[in-house]
């Protein structure tokens, strides 16, 4: 289809598609996105059509199968307020809450580097004190507490970054590891 037929076919059947499809939906917004996927398939599949005297007809069939698309998605996938449906949905534990807390720990803890991961570890999961983590790791306890600092940090921007749904690149962090 050339430009010249279809802007010919947008200032002759426009307005009429548009009122079409508002009786069909009832809404302003609803009637100009189906007017606007029927003149965006007309671009992409109006070359299919022979007989250029039945492009009204073809348009407002168009229209019509798009219109009954969005039924049948609507049926089969319904747009409902989470308010009408609170007391269907799995109540939220505070041991639920916890478990994925401590899920997301345990995933972070474990895309650190193994020089943050090891301090953090025997600190927090196992009471060591810093002299007892120096003494294991044959580390200063200076050096145990930059790490664990350090660490600490990391794993702060890690669970952040997860929290907000955001892949950060994280210095140091444990190349091992791949993100799904």
């Known amino acids: 289809m050339n430009e010249a037929d279809y802007e010919h076919a947008v200032n002759s059947f426009y307005e009429g598609l548009y009122r079409f499809a508002f009786s069909l939906s009832g809404n302003i917004d609803d009637a100009c996105e189906l007017t606007q996927e029927t003149f965006a398939r007309l671009l992409t599949k109006g070359g299919q059509l022979r007989d250029r005297s ?17 039924k049948r998605r609507e049926a089969r996938h319904p747009h409902l307020e989470i308010d009408s449906v609170e007391d269907e949905l799995p109540p939220v534990t505070p041991e639920t809450v916890d478990t994925l807390e401590a899920e997301a720990v345990s995933r972070s803890l474990l895309a650190l580097e193994e020089r943050y991961r090891v301090p953090l570890a025997l600190h927090y999961f196992e009471n060591h004190s810093y002299r007892e983590i120096s ?46």
């Open 54 to 70: 039945k492009m009204k007809a073809w348009l407002f069939t168009t229209l019509y199968r798009i219109y009954l698309g969005w």
């Open 135 to 180: 003494r294991l790791l044959d580390i200063p306890v200076g050096t145990i507490m930059s790490r664990l600092s350090r660490g600490k940090e990391l794993m702060r921007k890690l669970l952040i970054a997860k929290s907000i749904g955001v892949e950060r690149k994280v210095i140091s962090i444990n190349p091992e590891i791949r993100r799904n």
